[in-house]
């Protein structure tokens, strides 16, 4: 039902492409991944990439920062995904030259509990008394009530770094030709020691 949503990652002439952002996570206030909609952030976003390279809906960026096109936020948005956007500017690394791309900065609203942890199978910080941060997870099993819920993306507060899409979604991108996603199926996913 749900699957682990990455951007993927792209060789291209013997290189890795990934963005680089300004301002940084932790420039933006409050932090970028805890889903409240952001305080302090610039009037536009800038991402650095190597301008004679593709340019994927979902363009990897090394900040954390989501880099997205203008097609992929609206098509999100249309299928009930909370978020804000913002304006960017995508320049050449290479020249400092504007590409006129029309990518955004994306940043997800939606933050909720999901994880069963009885039937998950994971690793915890220290001896996982607390179960406060989850160090590796070898089977990731969703809550009865979240997959209840059949929200099309959000981000799982207990492993918050992690974006999960509902197969719909993906069928609904997938139609788009929207490019630069990996769906990882939770039953696959693997992260850790």
């Not at 302090?40 to 900040?63: E, H, Q, V």
């Not at 899409?165 to 939770?186: C, F, K, Q, S, W």
């Amino acid at each position: 039902m749900y699957r682990v949503l990455r951007s993927k990652i792209i060789g291209w002439r013997g290189k890795t492409l990934l963005a680089r952002s300004e301002p940084l996570l932790h420039e933006c206030e409050p932090h970028w991944w805890l889903a409240q909609p952001l305080t302090k952030r610039p009037d536009r976003f800038r991402f650095y990439i190597d301008g004679r390279g593709p340019r994927p809906d979902n363009y990897p960026c090394g900040s954390g920062i989501d880099m997205h096109s203008r097609r992929l936020v609206e098509l999100l948005s249309a299928q009930g995904v909370r978020h804000e956007a913002f304006p960017a500017d995508v320049i050449d690394a290479r020249t400092g030259e504007g590409l006129g791309s029309d990518y955004m900065a994306f940043h997800l609203l939606e933050i909720h509990p999901a994880v069963d942890h009885r039937r998950s199978d994971l690793t915890y910080d220290g001896d996982g008394a607390d179960r406060a941060v989850i160090r590796a997870v070898r089977r990731l099993v969703l809550t009865e009530e979240c997959l209840r819920a059949g929200r099309p993306m959000f981000r799982p507060a207990e492993l918050f770094g992690l974006v999960l899409v509902h197969e719909r979604l993906v069928a609904v991108m997938e139609d788009h030709g929207i490019t630069g996603n990996v769906y990882t199926p939770l039953e696959q996913f693997r992260v850790g020691g």
